[in-house]
Structure formats: C-alpha cells, structure tokens
C-alpha cells in the first residue's frame, strides 16, 4: 500500500505547496494485513489526514475514509503464540541483553512446537517501527 499526497500548486505569496488530500494505491482487497510506519503514521496525523478512535487508524483520503484496525502495535511478538515480548533499547546495554534474553527463553520454553522462520531465525518478529493493522472498512464517498 502507498499513501500519495496530492498537493495544490504552490501559493503564489510564499511559495509553499498546501497537500490537497491523500491517496491511498495499491490497497488489497478484503482484509489483508498492512504494515504502517510509525514516523508516517505521525506526519498524517499532524496534516489531519488520519485520526485514531480508540483501537483504528482512520484515513481521511479524497476518496473516502479508509479505517485499519490495530492488531499489532509496534514490538516484539513470539512467532509461536503471539505473545508481546519485552522491547530492548533505551535503557543501557544490561538491561537490552537481559531482555533479549527474556525473549530467546520465552521462544526456547516452547520446546519442539516453536517456530521460527529465515527471516525471524530467532523465533520472534521484531518490528519496532510499525504498526500492523487490518482494513476494516473502506467508507467510499
Ligand atoms: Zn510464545
């Protein structure tokens, strides 16, 4: 998915172009998981292009609202049970190699049922920067 911002030309007075509206391309059909940028998700919701209501993402584009609902904040998850694993950084070096060890013995106390996949070798996904979301309702104009 691609969220485009259309903008309008630029004011004559100071040059500056005003977005007009954003798009959102490439969208899936049914309800198909999106992963969404933090850092973007931000920028729209200070150009009021998207608002939150309590648990979902609602973009306002010029086609109509679009609204995803959270599934995953962004963090750690187990791959096996889903569970939210302790996040690492921030707080010095022994205390990310304390919870990175957390999360190696959360996966390892699954024993032969954990799973792990190439690109999560370690049995967990990390995503720090996203939000995973489903298209719950496209509200066309
Ligand atoms: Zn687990």
């Not at 933090?38 to 919701?45: C, D, P, R």
């Not at 996040?87 to 990310?96: I, K, T, V, Y």
Request: hydrophobic share 30%; net charge neutral; charged share 30%.
């Amino acid at each position: 998915m691609k969220v485009r911002i259309l903008a309008t030309p630029p004011d004559p007075a100071t040059g500056e172009k005003q977005p007009a509206g954003i798009r959102i391309e490439d969208l899936p059909k049914g309800s198909t998981r999106q992963r969404i940028p933090v850092q973007a998700l931000e920028q729209h919701q200070q150009t009021g292009h998207v608002t939150i209501e309590a648990d979902r993402f609602v973009y306002h584009t010029v086609d109509g609202d679009v609204v995803f609902h959270i599934r995953q904040e962004p963090g750690r998850y187990c791959l096996t049970c889903g569970e939210r694993l302790p996040d690492f950084g921030g707080n010095g070096r022994a205390l990310e190699a304390r919870r990175a060890q957390q999360c190696i013995d959360h996966v390892a106390a699954h024993g032969d049922k954990a799973v792990k996949s190439p690109d999560w070798p370690h049995g967990y996904e990390n995503r720090p920067s996203t939000f995973t979301c489903e298209v719950e309702d496209l509200r066309g104009k």
